[in-house]
T-cell receptor, first 112, second 116 residues
Framework: SQKIEQNSEALNIQEGKTATLTCNYT??????LQWYRQDPGRGPVFLLL?????KEKRKERLKVTFDTTLKQSLFHITASQPADSATYLC???????????FGTGTLLAVQP | GAVVSQHPSRVICKSGTSVKIECRSL??????MFWYRQFPKQSLMLMAT?????????EQGVEKDKFLINHASLTLSTLTVTSAHPEDSSFYIC????????????FGNGTRLTVT
């Protein structure tokens, strides 16, 4: 069955380093992937969308890649800050119903 | 940017009472809105799709008579939790998207419901 997987373990990094989060997909080829950020007690916030024909997309300190050979998207935050600490969610297209299904994401903790 | 406003942000109610949560798209029209529920340390679970001018579409396992959804205008959807029980205590979040079906979702800030 179609599956999107993110590392369920929390990622702990030191302030100033680059955080890299992984999103792997199996048994299908999403036309695009969306990345969201969710802080505790808040709704998710959209960050970036990358299409399958785009290798890379950037927004300020954020960079997303899409490798259709590896079936993987990587989400990078350069010069990470404690304020970047949150859960990051990789979300595939909603399909015919346009409903977005969210996984548990990866919790990023940036230590000062 | 597109803004979705959700109200109230927190509500405490007694068992057996009903609670209404409002979700408004402030600067765009939304023919479709989505209602999610999230328990601590778990993922967002889609409850239902709210359709303007027609009945909501509920996900499997979600009781439509318990979670009443009304989408009376292009900018407002409401979720009413009827006859609330403590197990309904959760974080409820609505979302909507401006533009076409491939555009990102914009979320409200959620409603923390506590049923005592």
């Amino acid at each position: 069955s179609q599956k999107i997987e993110q590392n369920s373990e929390a990622l702990n990094i030191q302030e100033g380093k680059t955080a890299t989060l992984t999103c792997n997909y199996t048994n299908y080829s999403p036309a695009y992937l969306q990345w969201y950020r969710q802080d505790p007690g808040r709704g998710p916030v959209f960050l970036l969308l990358i299409r399958e024909n785009e290798k890379e997309k950037r927004k300020e300190r954020l960079k997303v890649t899409f490798d259709t050979t590896l079936k993987q998207s990587l989400f990078h935050i350069t010069a990470s800050q404690p304020a970047d600490s949150a859960t990051y969610l990789c979300v595939p297209p909603g399909g015919a119903t346009n409903k977005l299904i969210f996984g548990t994401g990866t919790l990023l903790a940036v230590q000062p | 940017g597109a803004v979705v406003s959700q109200h109230p942000s927190r509500v405490i109610c007694k068992s057996g009472t009903s609670v209404k949560i409002e979700c408004r798209s402030l600067d765009f029209q939304a023919t479709t809105m989505f209602w999610y529920r999230q328990f601590p340390k778990q993922s967002l679970m889609l409850m239902a799709t709210s359709n303007e001018g027609s009945k909501a579409t509920y996900e499997q396992g979600v009781e439509k008579d318990k979670f009443l959804i009304n989408h009376a205008s292009l900018t407002l959807s409401t979720l009413t939790v009827t006859s609330a029980h403590p197990e309904d205590s959760s974080f409820y979040i609505c979302s909507a998207r401006p533009g076409n079906s491939n555009s990102p979702l914009h979320f409200g800030n959620g409603t923390r419901l506590t049923v005592t």
